[in-house]
């Protein structure tokens, strides 16, 4: 199961606000031995938001979305993702008994608008929102939560633990090393000859500007298939003569 994470907001785009959902969630997944796959930045548009998440679906992906599932006008997850799976959006009963709850607690008054908090997809489960009780939704292995980081966080914390616990790949690792003085055109017949000889492991060329330009080259992987080729790597790397430093375990 592939993981993908949507970050929705026009405001990400225009530069208003610095995306920061990116690296915590990677680190979210990572301490769970768990790895982002693919990451789309997305803004307030309806057709772009159906089509993102039709594919998302369509392929079964596991997807983290954040942002857009507010009450004001430019607050279009819900409903594009209704639209992605062909249905309409209704009051979870569940969301109302919170809402209630939260606007009982505060003083709130509750309007028809404030009750679009708490509209989601039909079938929809929720996310409790340990800030201010407001839930977020799941369905079909994707899960909606909003775009302050705050609350998005724990809750997306709060599904990975609840409803995939046993997903995570313990056993990946992975190794790289530092080379100096080398270029890229160098090595790509050393990574092609690795993934071919090691099927299920990934390689990766950093190059890393500077005073000194290197390049870290490293294996990725189920943690017996990277060992073996990070030993290739490195024998590999003998062979064409290029001097190199261990730059991670």
């Not at 970050?7 to 769970?32: A, M, W």
């Not at 690792?173 to 270029?183: D, I, K, P, T, Y």
Request: include cysteine; charge should be negative; aromatic fraction near 6%.
């Amino acid at each position: 199961m592939q993981i993908g994470l949507v970050i929705v907001g026009d405001e990400i785009l225009s530069g208003r606000r610095t995306d920061k959902h990116l690296s915590k969630i990677v680190e979210i997944l990572n301490q769970r031995g768990l790895c982002l796959n693919w990451a789309r930045v997305l803004g307030d548009d309806m057709d772009e938001l159906v089509e993102c998440y039709q594919q998302s679906f369509a392929k079964g992906h596991l997807v983290l979305s954040t942002g857009g599932i507010g009450a004001t006008p430019d607050d279009l997850t819900r409903e594009a993702v209704a639209r992605a799976l062909g249905t309409v959006t209704q009051r979870h009963p569940d969301g109302v008994k919170l809402l209630e709850k939260f606007a009982r607690e505060t003083g709130r008054e509750l309007t028809d608008t404030r009750y679009r908090l708490v509209e989601f997809p039909k079938g929809t489960t929720i996310i409790p929102n340990p800030v201010n009780g407001i839930p977020g939704f799941s369905i079909q292995d994707h899960h909606f939560v909003p775009g302050f980081p705050q609350m998005a966080w724990p809750m997306l914390e709060w599904v990975l633990d609840t409803q995939y616990p046993d997903i995570a790949d313990r056993s990946y690792r992975e190794h790289s090393v530092m080379l100096q003085g080398a270029n890229e055109s160098t090595i790509i017949p050393l990574m092609e000859q690795l993934l071919a000889d090691f099927a299920g492991i990934k390689v990766f060329s950093l190059p890393i500007m500077g005073d000194e330009p290197r390049i870290e080259l490293g294996v990725k992987g189920p943690q017996l298939l990277a060992k073996e080729a990070y030993t290739a790597m490195k024998q590999g790397l003998q062979a064409l003569d290029i001097r190199w430093q261990r730059a991670s375990d």
